[in-house]
């Protein structure tokens, strides 16, 4: 993903992570992305838990389809963001 196309996904990007979430919640998958950080390799989705295949598919599927994005050359990281209070 180019630099140019980076900014122009992150200016929507709060609404990506609510239709990726809504995407996420059809399959009724208790999973939820948490924020998107775009740069020159691809993105980096951090979600609240480890994801299964099928919901790695359905985010891959959901990126590709944006307008800004080469679905050639789409490479999703997805992190996982835990807060341990112990």
């Known amino acids: 993903m180019s630099l140019g196309n980076s900014s ?8 990506y992570v609510s239709n990726i ?5 059809d399959i009724k ?3 939820l ?3 998107i950080q775009a740069n020159n390799k691809g993105l980096k989705i951090t979600t ?4 299964s ?5 359905i985010i891959e599927k959901y990126i590709k389809n944006v307008d800004v994005v080469n679905s050639n050359n789409v490479f999703v990281m ?3 963001w835990s807060l341990d209070c112990t």
């Open 78 to 80: 997805i992190l996982v």
């Open 33 to 35: 992305a948490d924020f």
């Open 21 to 25: 979430n809504k995407a996420l919640k």
């Open 48 to 51: 609240n838990k480890v994801i």
């Open 53 to 57: 295949t099928l919901d790695l598919s």
């Open 8 to 15: 122009k996904f992150m200016v929507l990007s709060n609404k």
């Open 29 to 31: 998958s208790d999973i």
